[in-house]
């Protein structure tokens, strides 16, 4: 483990990598052009000791996490252990409570330091667990707002609604959702496979650049989890980075992961590569609590 | 009290008297009048409450003659009757003391072009305008209404419609309700009827469907002598087997004078097996009062749908009053109450089930900010011998600042074994998980709220036929989104941790 200390008050930690070399260019993708390697891209979020609480119930416990560009991390743990309060946090919910530890994204900036909606404007995705059913607002009004919110923080030009329809409907298809679903109030009336596939088909148009995906295959048939991963698959490069909460091996069948992590008690006690997933597949969490 | 006066009816060229028991202990709704000829009419003696003594004073002359029995007549109602108090049930919440600090004025008449203007495309052919009361022949446009169907001043009515109107008005609602269970609608309805300029009425014959949304605007203008005041009054008959869909819209006839008190009295009879959707928008100015007693008898398998949107005046009081009077008769009726700023926004209503077999359904919807209030009471009456009910009523209300205020009072009165049910009210502010999930969607917590609230709105408004209310009803709903002061977060109500 390198510690690298850039400015006063600013640490960095990298987990099993080096630090990288090209912090001060502008652009993800021109730093990629000389760092073509997924494993060894620039560090896109660094998570240290992070602690939080809600209703000062402890809940994470310093969690240590490194995710690089054109990684895909998995965070399995058993109920409880603090994996969607981990994601939440990341997003800036206002129900928890950091106590301790920092975050930073991209070139070192503090990811806690920002509102949430800055954060998702700085490309920062949650997919919810529940995504939540908004009525009287149109799918269609409601994408097209916050992908304006995110193209207006890029610098890029607003999208208006003709525009956005053409944009809205290549992408629509690619989650294999019918374009019935745009009219419709945001989440209102879905199914639980529709809310997910809706919360990929957000992913898709807002292109963040990190991804976190609160138990996204949870409550899919095996249809809509084939649609839901090839979504996600689609969306995946070199330059963004993806998390993936899950119970369950089955998700990592079709998204592959670079690494797989196992959350206890609010802290990350094993790391590893994809086979970490298969093992706990057969043998579950009684590694947790040796007899 | 027994009180007798004169009441003369121009159309059957006839005087009554009658006698009300203002204080009968039953729930009635109206006194009807004896059609016995009075032995010795009696002169009418000016009222007693020099509020009213004034406004009487200051009432617009009637625009049809026919209407001045019903004028002395009801003039003559407020000799005994006493200005509402907030020692009254009906008036407890509801402080008018403003309205009776000003002095009543006749009304400039004014309207600015602008008044119509969002509205002019979808009501063409079918539009019934009324300035400060009285039918404007020149803003009206009735072209596109089937034959048959009677819409336009009284004055304007053949023989038959004219009398069946008169009437009607023959009748002040509320007369002898029990003081503890009424609208409250009495008063203000004796002093609308003695204040008479016209009468608007809509009647629509057996068996004919208007598919077209007929609007009928009441504008109202103020006056620079006192607070202009306005008497709209409007009757609708619809006919066995008829359908229509109305759009009532009360507002400023120009929008800088928007200082002014409009009060209304609307009367609807719904015949069997016809239909009537009732969009309802108070769009009154800033300024404004705004009292309004609508009344509405649902006959055998009738239906009546409602969506009564309250957003406008200083001081806004709608009293809804629906009788289900036959057998299949059915009603739902929705309210929309919106208030911000110092405004107050008050419903009473009350749906009587007066025959078995009979559905009603009612959601009232309140939202409230700043320092305004919202007062919310809705009775449903079920008595004995109302079997075969079914009644629900639900009752939401957002209070979305620490300084705002919502008096809610939902009742039910059932007497009778075989009825389903249900009421309800909720109170709270915009739920944070929906904000946050907006947040996190890369809106800000003011945004998130707004849009939240254009879309509560907006589902509420989905069945008004105008794209300019709906949309003039969702800004106003965005724009008691801003919090005043730091809030804090209610983690109890975070549903998705």
């Not at chain 1, 994601?87 to 206002?94: E, Q």
């Not at chain 1, 529709?194 to 957000?202: A, S, V």
């Not at chain 2, 705004?290 to 406008?312: C, K, L, N, P, W």
């Not at chain 2, 009456?381 to 629900?392: H, I, L, Q, S």
Request: aromatic content about 6%; overall charge negative; charged content about 20%.
């Amino acid at each position: 483990m390198a510690v690298v200390s850039l400015l006063p008050g600013w640490a960095m930690v990298f987990v099993g990598q080096p630090a990288p070399s090209h912090w001060t260019l502008p652009r993800p993708h021109a730093r990629f052009a000389a760092n073509v390697h997924m494993a060894t891209g620039d560090v896109l979020l660094n998570v240290k000791n992070l602690q939080a609480s809600v209703d000062d119930n402890s809940i994470l416990k310093g969690v240590n996490i490194c995710v690089r560009r054109g990684e895909v991390h998995a965070i399995m743990g058993p109920n409880g252990s603090g994996k969607s309060t981990l994601s939440k946090v990341l997003v800036g919910h206002p129900a928890y409570e950091v106590t301790g530890g920092e975050v930073t994204y991209r070139e070192g900036e503090d990811l806690l330091d920002l509102a949430p909606e800055e954060r998702a404007q700085q490309g920062v995705f949650l997919a919810f667990q529940y995504p939540v059913e908004i009525s009287g607002v149109s799918n269609a009004d409601f994408l097209r707002l916050a992908v304006n919110k995110r193209r207006g923080a890029l610098g890029e030009s607003e999208y208006d609604p003709i525009e956005f329809f053409g944009v809205l409907g290549e992408k629509m298809s690619s989650v294999g959702m019918s374009m019935d679903f745009i009219n419709r109030d945001v989440n209102s009336g879905f199914s639980g496979g529709e809310k997910k596939r809706n919360e990929i088909l957000q992913m898709a148009l807002l292109e963040p650049e990190l991804a976190i995906l609160d138990e996204t295959d949870s409550g899919l048939d095996i249809d809509a989890l084939k649609t839901v991963a090839a979504g996600v698959n689609a969306y995946k490069n070199d330059e963004n980075g993806i998390v993936l909460i899950t119970h369950y091996q089955r998700l990592l069948d079709y998204i592959k992961p670079d690494f797989v992590h196992i959350m206890s008690k609010g802290q990350i006690v094993r790391s590893g590569g994809p086979e970490l997933a298969l093992e706990l597949e057969k043998d579950g969490y009684k590694f947790l609590n040796p007899v | 009290m027994l009180r007798t006066c004169l009441l003369g009816s121009l159309a059957l060229a006839h005087a009554f008297s009658f006698s009300s028991p203002r204080c009968g202990g039953g729930r009635h709704e109206s006194v009807l009048l004896s059609l016995a000829p009075s032995p010795a009419p009696l002169a009418p003696t000016p009222p007693s409450d020099p509020w009213f003594s004034a406004s009487l004073a200051s009432r617009p002359p009637p625009r049809v003659a026919s209407l001045a029995a019903a004028r002395e007549g009801a003039a003559s109602l407020l000799a005994a009757a006493a200005r509402p108090r907030r020692k009254d049930e009906a008036w407890r919440r509801t402080d008018l003391s403003a309205l009776f600090a000003a002095q009543l004025a006749l009304p400039s008449g004014e309207v600015a072009a602008a008044a119509l203007e969002e509205e002019m495309e979808v009501s063409a052919g079918a539009r019934l305008v009324l300035v400060d009361g009285a039918v404007s022949e020149e803003l009206t446009d009735l072209s596109a209404l089937p034959e048959g169907v009677l819409v336009g001043s009284v004055g304007s009515m053949d023989a038959v419609a004219s009398a069946r109107v008169m009437k009607q008005l023959e009748t002040i609602p509320e007369a002898d309700a029990d003081k503890r269970t009424e609208l409250g609608a009495y008063t203000f309805a004796a002093l609308n009827q003695a204040s008479l300029a016209d009468v608007a009425c809509i009647y629509l014959p057996p068996d004919v469907e208007v598919s077209q949304p007929l609007f009928v605007f009441m504008l109202s203008s103020g006056s620079t002598s006192g607070l202009g005041a306005s008497h709209p009054n409007l009757v609708v008959n619809l006919d066995r087997g008829s359908s229509l869909s109305l759009v009532q819209s009360y507002s400023a006839s120009k929008a800088a004078d928007s200082d002014y008190f409009t009060n209304a009295l609307t009367r609807v009879t719904l015949g069997p097996d016809s239909r009537l959707r009732h969009s309802y928008l108070q769009e009154q100015g800033l300024g404004a009062f705004h009292i309004d007693s609508v009344f509405v008898d649902v006959q055998e398998s009738a239906r009546y749908e409602s969506q009564m949107v309250s957003t406008g005046a200083r001081i806004s009081r709608l009293n809804v009053g629906v009788s289900l009077t036959g057998s299949g008769a059915s009603c739902q009726v929705q309210g929309l109450a919106l208030g911000a700023e110092t405004q107050l926004v008050d419903f009473h209503t009350f749906i009587r089930h007066a025959s078995p077999d009979c559905q009603s359904s009612q959601e009232q919807r309140n939202a409230v900010a700043d320092r305004a209030r919202v007062v919310f009471r809705g009775a449903v009456v079920v008595p004995r011998g109302a079997d075969n009910t079914t009644a629900n009523q639900l009752c939401r209300t957002l209070l979305l600042s620490d300084t705002s205020r919502a008096d809610i009072a939902p009742t039910l009165e059932i007497a009778t074994d075989d009825v389903k049910c249900t009421h309800g009210a909720t109170i709270a502010d915009l739920d944070d998980e929906m904000i946050f999930y907006l947040q996190a969607r890369g809106l800000g917590r003011l945004e998130a709220r707004s849009l939240l609230l254009e879309g509560w709105a907006r589902t509420f408004m989905s069945q008004v036929p105008s794209e300019a209310a709906r949309r003039r009803a969702a800004v106003k709903a965005s724009l008691l989104a801003p919090e005043t002061g730091e809030r804090v977060v209610r983690l109890q109500q975070l549903t998705s941790i």
